[in-house]
């Protein structure tokens, strides 16, 4: 019996859709509790079990944040307002930008699986980076439409010469993630711009930010500056503003694409507690950027050391570094057995990399100890 037949032999994955014979499940970082599980360890082992797998924020998020959590639980057994009038009108206002500009998701995950499913179907072609951000490939499949991944450049980074050259007839959606993740490489608003000036009018261009607030000072501010009819850019709470649990995602856009993409769009697919905390985070924003500098501080920091080890890939952007070593595999299955999850980059054909989070100085402490060695 095959792993998609049932005990009836009904082979369920001949009767679903062409591309589900395609798709594979993404597969995020290990949770703590199924570390545990697999090792057969307790968290009481010293030190405890620490994850950086996730680029997730160490510090968590704003305690006004956590205020607002504490406050909305108790309306949990009422609906969501499904339009987020609160949360649109506050984030409206901090870009600059109309309320119908504003189109908000279960995490920038649905955000992007929204965009791409709306404008791109059997037929159609959706780019992106080779080693760009793995739910691009993953939505584009889900959809039906054809996936054409452009290599990066020598330097990890996106090809935009490459990808505006890729682009043809069937050509709906381009997606560049800035800074990328997995690569941490980053391109300067100025080259995005004369990247879109080469596009034709009516593709839908996604610049995915999610990695932007630890960057804002060195990038600037995209919204407003760049300029596209299709033009997508599309954030995140779920890293710079510590609500990855929650799940709040959202693109700023022009309406009328917008009001397509609400087409799409689930009923509530934003929670009670997660527009509350949403809202209160951004009104803690000094907060957020702080620890948003502690983050790339102690990324700095780390980058140093482990470049003296010899085990630095290269210098990131964001909230997370890269290594490499030639038994990575290796490394990250040892490290687990000592209580630390990391992440493996072998699912982007790295295979020698590892992607490891920036944690709080006391983790990062940790993981130094536990490479000196692995030190080349």
Known sequence: MSASSDDNGIDWLQQAVPQSECLSPYVP???VAQLLRERGLTDEIPPHVIKLASNENPFGPPPAAMAAIRDAASEVHRYPDGNATALKAVLASHHGVNADQILLGNGSNEVLELLIRSFAGVGDAVIYSQRGFMVYALATIAAGAD???????DGLSHDLDGMAAAVNAQSNVICIAN???PTGTMHTLVELQRFLDRLPRHLVVIIDEAYGDFVAEELGESIGVLH????VITRTFSKAYGLAGLRVGYAVADAALLAVVNRFREPFN????????AIAALSDR???LARAADVVA?????????????LLLAPCHGNFILIHHPQAA????????????LRSLAPYGMWDAVRITVGLPEENDRLLVLLAGWAE
């Open 29 to 31: 970082g290990k949770p």
């Open 147 to 153: 996936g054409v991944a452009v290599p990066e450049t």
């Open 179 to 181: 800074p990328n993740n």
């Open 228 to 231: 596209h009819p299709g033009l």
């Open 270 to 277: 934003l929670n009670l507690i997660a527009q509350a905390a």
């Open 286 to 288: 000094d907060w957020v």
């Open 298 to 310: 102690e990324q700095k920091r780390l980058e140093s050391a482990l470049a003296g080890m010899g």
């Open 330 to 341: 290796e490394l990250v299955s040892e490290l687990e057995g000592q209580g630390m999850i």
